[in-house]
């Protein structure tokens, strides 16, 4: 009972306020929810503006090979287009000489002869889509040459290599370093 006229004097009292033209400003959620829609979109838009494109190589089912977009520039993001057979599963790395499996069975790699090991970056062993698949290798590497290698992952045995280019990693450009506003 004592709830019953709680709510009636709130009911009263709003109505005597709405009387007075004291109106309360409406919550519109949807519009504040369309806002926020619209500045993600803006930020996502303007993140993707500045990931490099995949390199255009065509898909071939036939013989697995890779192409990298250029200049290679460090601590961004590279670029890559992979080709092969569908279902097989390749790997994309840099600086090594190849890759073992561990007890569990996961891949590892071993690294190139002279490079220390947090120059290692590997990306991907999903199996091949439609004989093609791209993506970025980020580039947390010094200046200077460094081996990149397609390694075809079997699912016995060891990874094979089947593709290595030689890329030369440079510093970036002022407009690369500015932070977008």
């Not at 200049?71 to 080709?83: D, E, G, H, I």
């Not at 970056?121 to 698949?133: A, H, K, N, S």
């Not at 290595?164 to 407009?175: G, L, S």
Request: aromatic share 4%; proline share 10%.
């Amino acid at each position: 009972m004592a709830a019953r006229r709680e709510d009636d004097a709130a009911a009263e009292k709003a109505e005597r306020a709405v009387l007075r033209g004291d109106r309360r400003p409406k919550r519109n959620v949807l519009a504040k929810v369309g806002i926020g829609l619209v500045a993600l979109l803006a930020l996502g838009t303007a993140a993707l503006a500045r990931q490099p494109r995949p390199p255009a190589l065509p898909a071939s089912c036939d013989r697995p090979s890779f192409a990298l977009a250029s200049p290679a520039k460090q601590s961004r993001p590279l670029a890559y287009t992979m080709v092969g057979p569908e279902e097989k599963r390749y790997m994309l790395a840099l600086n090594t000489s190849g890759f073992v499996r561990d007890a569990g069975g996961a891949w590892r790699p071993v690294t190139l002869p002279g490079r220390p090991r947090d120059q290692v970056v590997y990306v991907g062993d999903e199996p091949m889509t439609g004989c093609r698949r791209s993506g970025v290798l980020n580039l947390p590497v010094p200046l200077g040459e460094h081996v990149v290698t397609m390694y075809e992952l079997p699912p016995t045995g060891s990874a094979v290599e089947v593709a290595r280019q030689t890329v030369e990693v440079v510093a970036p450009d002022e407009d690369d370093l500015e932070v977008p506003r």
